[in-house]
């Protein structure tokens, strides 16, 4: 039997979490006797998954958003804008409500699958690590490396800016790899970060063909943000729109600004324009007083974290795209 990965593609939390959720499937579910992976990435187009893609045997949905399809066997996920309609959460309420009566808890198997939510977890690596651990027994120690730097990652948890955009440690290499590379190579590596080390990863030939010119990139993108990037009155806000990028290093804005507290990035791909809204990570403003991100990006379509987030237009709707950007960004600059 198959059993089809789809993950949030183009990010180190969702590889992460694709892999360990095989690595867990394979050693305490052991129903599947392939695995295959499939990138999912949030848009502008209507539906986020296409019902042909999911196989006939089991589908799991890791680090994405949730899909009420009855073929779907298994989801993970702590974005608080997880559910993109309130159909959808009712159907996950209505879900969870039944796999955990008493009636089913009697002759539930591990086979059946399950669904888990919380978006107090800063990583979906680590709510599938303790999920599996806690109810199917899953060793979660040979993957602590892993584990930490999903958190770290995924929770922008960098001891400074610097840190973040200089890299110098692995994981963070492999992030700019895998947020910025084409679209067979993600399936790629996630096998493998559960099997070695992420030193080890990192050296493969095949991802050290892609690290060069991503890091010669890298340094370009810090110069273009250099003359884009724009602070008032603590809103950092840039323009990258006349080049078509696929990813750059997301806190770039914060190293060149470090006094800001909030960022508005317009960017533009092969298949969206992006509003990014972001917190810096090294603020000095209490929490109490910061802006809720997901619930902003939401009123335009969007979603993410309390503290990062981001809004999906179509590639050609630019000035849709910028017109978002700026009432965000103004927004952001009235909280003072």
Known sequence: MNCRVFY?????????????F????????????????YGLMHSAAGS???????VAGENAIVDFKYSASPKVTWWFDHHQSAFL???DRHDFLAWQAQANSAKVLA??????????YDPAYISCTSLIADIARELFGFNTEPLAELIHWANIVDGAKYESAQAAVEMAEPAM????????????????????????????VLDQPFIQTELGPLMQRHIAGIELLRERTVLT?????????????????????????????????????SFRTKVAVGTNPWTTVPESNLAN????????????????????????????????????ATRLRSRG
């Not at 095989?22 to 992976?37: D, K, L, P, V």
């Not at 002759?107 to 888990?116: Q, V």
Request: proline share 5%; hydrophobic share 30%; aromatic share 10%.
């Open 85 to 87: 309609t309130s159909e």
């Open 48 to 54: 986020l998954f296409d019902e042909s893609k999911f």
């Open 173 to 200: 290499k492999l992030t700019m790899v895998i947020e910025s590379s084409g679209e067979e190579f993600v399936p790629r590596v996630i096998p493998l970060l559960t099997e070695m080390s992420l030193q080890q």
């Open 22 to 37: 095989t690595r867990f499937h394979r050693e305490c579910i052991g129903t599947a006797q392939q695995f295959s992976y």
């Open 8 to 20: 949030h593609d183009h990010c180190f939390d969702g590889a992460c979490s694709a892999s360990l």
């Open 293 to 328: 991100i997901a619930e902003i990006c939401e009123r335009y379509g969007g979603g993410g974290h309390a503290r990062v987030g981001a809004v999906s237009f179509p590639p050609d709707k630019v000035d849709e795209a910028r017109k978002s950007a700026n009432e965000i």
């Open 107 to 116: 002759i539930r198997k591990p086979t059946d699958g399950g669904k888990f």
């Open 233 to 269: 009155r603590g809103v950092i806000t840039f323009d990258i729109t006349d080049q078509l990028t696929e990813g750059y290093n997301k806190f770039i804005p914060y190293y060149l600004h470090p006094s800001a507290t909030y960022n508005v990035g317009l960017s533009r791909s």
